[in-house]
């Protein structure tokens, strides 16, 4: 009796192997893609307000450096 259960839980085991490990599989198709596109997603998101800061204070040190240029306002050194 107990060689037959054996031979059942074998062959549930070699089954299941054949069929691809398991009924999770159609889960993680659908998964996969929509984590990749919501990475993408949430990349250019955080890119674009990376980017907008850095265009910030760029224009910041134009502006201090047109100003510099045309006698608005002037550095001193502090000794």
């Not at 674009?48 to 224009?59: D, L, Q, V």
Request: hydrophobic residues 50%; positive net charge.
């Amino acid at each position: 009796m107990a060689i037959s259960r054996i031979r059942v839980a074998a062959k549930a085991v070699a089954q299941a192997a054949a069929h691809g490990g398991g009924h999770h599989d159609h889960i993680h198709t659908k998964i996969v893609p929509r984590e990749i596109a919501t990475a993408i997603v949430l990349g250019i998101f955080c890119a674009s307000f990376w980017k907008m800061h850095h265009m910030t204070e760029r224009r910041k040190v134009q502006n201090f450096y047109a100003k510099l240029e045309a006698g608005e306002i002037t550095v001193q050194a502090v000794e």
